[in-house]
């Protein structure tokens, strides 16, 4: 059996967290912290902090250790193209939308994929941010064989704000 012909990876596996290069900490924390609303578990001076939703050890690490005001990679170069944060419902999509929108956050799309609604975005360091719900996967949309037929098309943003908490 070769390489690309190896048994699947197991059905539970999860990618767990993301370190994020920066230029700023303090600059990361206010968009992450400030603008999405995740909390500030261990900051070590200006070189690093990990931040998480619901009190987990870290979702995601931003640090400087080979970043201090440094700038984003020219276009064209490979390395991350966005993280993906996963909402429990879409409600709270909607109060992510809210919060980029009071915060002057410009969204760079926002696609319903059939099987999920997201919301596509840059932080202060120009990674690429993806907020996004799913939806229940026996409502996702499925060809003839069964298998997955995923399209993109524009998110309805008004409709997303209605279910809104407040």
Do not use: K, P, T
């Given at each position: 059996m070769t390489a690309m012909e190896s048994a699947p990876i197991a059905a539970g596996t999860r990618i767990?967290?993301?370190h994020l290069k920066v230029a700023n900490i303090?600059?990361?924390l206010k968009f992450y912290c400030g603008v999405l609303g995740f909390e500030l578990i261990q900051k070590m001076g200006n070189q690093a902090a990990f931040i998480s939703a619901g009190g987990y050890h870290h979702h995601i690490g931003l640090n400087t250790w080979e970043s201090a005001g440094g700038s984003p990679p020219p276009p064209g170069t490979t390395g991350l193209y966005h993280l993906a944060?996963?909402?429990p419902t879409r409600a709270d999509l909607a109060d992510a939308l809210k919060r980029l929108a009071?915060?002057?956050i410009r969204l760079d799309g926002a696609s319903d994929h059939g099987v999920s609604e997201a919301l596509y975005l840059r932080d202060p360091d120009e990674n690429g941010v993806e907020l996004y719900v799913d939806r229940p996967?026996?409502?996702w949309p499925r060809n003839q064989d069964?298998?997955?037929a995923m399209v993109t098309r524009r998110l309805d943003l008004e409709d997303l704000l209605r279910s809104a908490k407040n």
């Open positions: 767990g967290h993301v303090d600059r990361a944060i996963l909402y009071a915060n002057g996967q026996d409502q069964g298998s997955l």
